[in-house]
């Protein structure tokens, strides 16, 4: 039978990113990226190092969304874990979040404490009533991933999930957006003592703060660029 997705996954149980710290990590293909994304072939992480090579690889021999779903079932229960290193949402060919394929994901990660972010619009309903209803089961915590803090503040007034955002490279303290939300910095961003693991805040649904990514690796000069010039 074929797989209800045409992506493809692969499922670590142990991380050796220094950033997750030892927890499961998943990666999704290329394809599920959707064209918005600002970072698209234009400055994302997941296009330079060693995880480069990884993600092509999932195009001819990764799982099946069937099989992921069955490692994602078999985490024990309140299991910190990390839903797409790199890679997004299953999508459908019209580019809108596949739902039947989020339901399936998220039902298999019910009982565990599991995190991921999208850059799918949630202006598009479909997207923004299918990361709304995930957010609600639990499980599986989809953070709205915004380019600049103007987004950020649109994507909190949504009420459907948790929001975080991209920031200039030398962005150390706390932040506000224009409508005077608190933004924190990631603690594993700028702290050699933490990681996901110990810290795990990304898999709150209900926090109040924002979490801010300071812009880093090769692609670094593209994010920074993307954030200003959406931001004047």
């Not at 330079?48 to 490692?71: M, S």
């Not at 997004?88 to 060919?93: I, K, T």
């Not at 932040?175 to 939300?181: D, E, Q, S």
């Amino acid at each position: 039978m074929d797989s209800v997705s045409r992506h493809r996954f692969a499922f670590n149980p142990v991380s050796s990113n220094s950033k997750t710290g030892p927890i499961p990590v998943t990666t999704t293909s290329k394809d599920s990226c959707p064209d918005e994304c600002g970072y698209k072939g234009n400055g994302c992480y997941g296009d330079v190092g060693p995880i480069q090579w990884q993600w092509r690889k999932l195009d001819e021999a990764g799982l099946t969304l069937e099989q992921a779903c069955e490692r994602i079932a078999k985490l024990r229960r309140h299991t910190l874990w990390r839903h797409n290193q790199v890679g997004d949402l299953p999508q459908d060919e019209q580019g809108l979040i596949d739902v039947r394929a989020l339901e399936m994901i998220v039902a298999a990660a019910e009982h565990t404490d599991g995190f991921t972010f999208t850059h799918h619009s949630p202006w598009e309903y479909r997207n923004h009533d299918a990361i709304k209803a995930a957010n609600m089961v639990g499980g599986l915590t989809i953070n709205l991933s915004a380019e600049n803090l103007a987004e950020a503040d649109h994507f909190v007034d949504m009420d459907i999930g948790p929001v975080v955002v991209a920031l200039p490279a030398d962005a150390k303290k706390r932040l506000f957006t224009p409508k005077g939300r608190q933004i924190s910095i990631c603690p594993a961003s700028i702290r050699d003592d933490m990681t996901c693991m110990t810290c795990g805040i990304c898999q709150s649904a209900d926090r109040k703060a924002l979490i801010g990514f300071p812009a880093h690796g090769a692609g670094k000069a593209r994010v920074e660029r993307i954030f200003w010039a959406q931001s004047v």
